[in-house]
T-cell receptor
């Protein structure tokens, strides 16, 4: 059974800060890695994915994946109040496992 | 844009009653999922399906049944609802190398 853990549980940062969210997993054969974002009262929505070791950047968001260390992360550059949300990491091997989430608050 | 709809959006049920939550997707995805989310917490997988006629148990299946009569429709059934099943329920389709598309959620209150 895959074990997916996120840290920190919650985070408060000032507007303009660089934010880092972490996710560890237990199955080294995992193939698909996702970050989902959920604004308050809304449904989760996929933010970014990565399927091989390394880094992927889309705008202010960057994912790092290191399969050997069973770790992937999401970095947000120039954090904005609109980034305030619950961030969920997910590992998918034909059955998805979500972490419990990191609640991010970006203060203006 | 991929679409997942859920009905009802809000439901109040009595303890011991039967509740059916419905989900429809127009994405032609094989995989569909039912999750519950309690306030301030992540998603917990109840049941999922790989296609019409198939259902699989997720992490918290006790007290829930699922039905996948067609590619488009996936239902979650609470035969004997209990107050502990008060939660927000999300349906989703997709997964693996494709993103999961979530429905808007159903807020269920069991009194």
């Amino acid at each position: 059974q895959q074990n997916v853990q996120q840290s920190p549980e919650s985070l408060i940062v000032p507007e303009g800060a660089r934010t880092s969210l972490n996710c560890t997993f237990s199955d080294s054969a995992s193939q698909y890695f996702w970050w989902y974002r959920q604004h308050s009262g809304k449904a989760p929505k996929a933010l970014m994915s990565i399927f091989s070791n390394g880094e992927k950047e889309e705008g202010r968001f960057t994912i790092h994946l290191n399969k050997a260390s069973l770790h992937f992360s999401l970095h947000i550059r120039d954090s904005q109040p609109s980034d305030s949300a619950l961030y969920l990491c997910a590992v998918d091997n034909n059955r998805i496992f979500f972490g419990d989430g990191t609640q991010l608050v970006v203060k203006p | 844009e991929a679409a997942v709809t859920q009905s009802p959006r809000n439901k109040v049920a009595v303890t011991g009653g039967k509740v059916t939550l419905s989900c429809n997707q127009t994405n032609n995805h094989n995989n569909m999922y039912w999750y519950r989310q309690d306030t301030g917490h992540g998603l917990r997988l109840i049941h999922y399906s790989y296609g019409a006629g198939s259902t699989e148990k997720g992490d918290i299946p006790d007290g829930y049944k699922a039905s996948r009569p067609s590619q488009e429709n996936f239902s979650l059934i609470l035969e004997l609802a209990t107050p502990s099943q008060t939660s927000v329920y999300f349906c989703a389709s997709g997964g693996s190398s494709y993103e999961q598309y979530f429905g808007p959620g159903t807020r269920l209150t069991v009194l």
